[in-house]
């Protein structure tokens, strides 16, 4: 079965600053990856996916991602974060690109934008 | 874009009562929607999946009996949880997969329940 981790449960950084989150998956084949964002009162956001092609794909509110099949990894970054990116993020993979099957997410990461 | 609604997105009832849950794809169809459940400051675990006018299949360890779901149209499934006890008390999430983007899933804002 396929799992996620996000190794770090609250990362702090300060506003302007670079940020990097983890993402480490296991499956046999190429998942299917997400990188989503959930503030306080809303539904979950995407923010980039990867299926193939180009291993750094661009996502919405600056973010990218970059996924590395030798580290299994898909790790999110963004160069200068702003204060409304606080939130949690949760990473996530699915088999077949989230449309016949359910994804399993990662146990998230909390953001904190120190000011 | 796709967008996923859930109703109602906060309740409260007692010990024993059963609740149900909406969720609703507003400007695309579903033949599929999936049922997660989040626990404060956890992962989202995949629930079930709901099949437009078949039976919804469950993840292992998830009462079938418990959390019944049913997809009646191709814009609308229904979680209800019968008997609800305090342990059910968490955040249910659905989502669907988007049209045509099929292999992108839009996830609803959520309900939570709390279980007197």
């Known amino acids: 079965a396929q799992s996620v981790t996000q190794p770090d449960i609250h990362i702090t950084v300060s506003e302007g600053a670079s940020l990097e989150l983890r993402c480490n998956y296991s499956?046999?084949?190429?998942?299917?990856l997400f990188w989503y964002v959930q503030s306080p009162g809303q539904g979950l956001q995407l923010l980039l996916k990867?299926?193939?092609?180009?291993?750094l794909v661009q996502g919405i509110k600056g973010f990218e991602a970059e996924f590395k099949r030798s580290q299994s990894s898909f790790n999110l970054r963004k160069p200068s974060v702003h204060w409304s990116d606080a939130a949690e993020y949760f990473c996530?993979?699915?088999?077949?690109?989230?449309?016949?099957?359910?994804?399993?997410f990662g146990k998230g990461t909390h953001l904190i934008i120190q000011p | 874009g796709a967008v996923v609604s859930q109703h109602p997105s906060w309740v409260i009832c007692k010990s024993g009562t059963s609740v149900k849950i909406e969720c609703r794809s507003l400007?695309?169809?579903?033949?599929?929607m999936f049922w997660y459940r989040q626990f404060p400051k956890q992962s989202l675990m995949l629930m079930a999946t709901?099949?437009?006018?078949?039976?919804?299949?469950?993840e292992q360890g998830v009462e079938k009996d418990k959390f019944l779901i049913n997809h009646a149209s191709l814009t609308l499934s229904t979680l209800t949880v019968t008997s609800a006890h305090p342990e059910d008390s968490s955040f249910y999430i659905c989502?669907?997969?988007?049209?045509?983007?099929?292999?992108?899933?839009?996830f609803g804002p959520g309900t939570r329940l709390l279980v007197l």
């Open positions: 996530a993979v699915g088999l077949s690109g989230g449309g016949a099957d359910g994804l399993t």
């Open positions: 400007d695309f169809q579903a033949t599929t």
């Open positions: 499956y046999g084949a190429t998942p299917y």
């Open positions: 989502s669907a997969p988007g049209f045509p983007q099929s292999e992108t899933q839009y």
């Open positions: 990867y299926f193939s092609g180009d291993t």
């Open positions: 709901s099949n437009e006018g078949s039976k919804a299949t469950y």
